[in-house]
Nanobody, 117 residues
């Protein structure tokens, strides 16, 4: 059974930092992309950042220079370091694991991030 377990969300003041973690279990693919997406109230889910199994990264323009995605392949874990947080970063952050070989995608349950002004 595939599981993505997220942690690290919470309430923080604007300008503060949070670090999200997501560990995938029950799945291993030599070619995969792990990433973070977020959904604010009454908005569509949007990409925040992704990182491939080879280490290539991609970021939304809105978080470039403030957020850093990284991963530990041995632990099947992806991290999102979020600095200089803004109220518009508020939302539910979802972890995603995309298996490139099997063309399958898995989602975590989401973790709430709230940034107060």
């Amino acid at each position: 059974q595939v599981q993505l377990v997220e942690s690290g969300g919470g309430l923080v003041q604007a300008g503060g930092s949070l670090r999200l973690s997501c560990t995938a279990s029950g799945i291993f693919s030599s070619r995969n992309v792990m990433g973070w997406y977020r959904q604010a109230p009454e908005k569509h889910r949007e990409l925040v950042a992704t990182i491939t199994s080879g280490g290539s990264t991609d970021y939304a323009d809105s978080v470039m220079g403030r957020f850093t995605i990284s991963r530990d392949n041995a632990k099947n874990t992806v991290y999102l370091q979020m600095n200089s947080l803004k109220p518009e970063d508020t939302g539910v952050y979802y972890c995603n694991y995309r298996d490139i070989i099997m063309s399958r995608s898995y989602w975590g349950q989401g973790t709430q991030v709230t940034v107060s002004s």
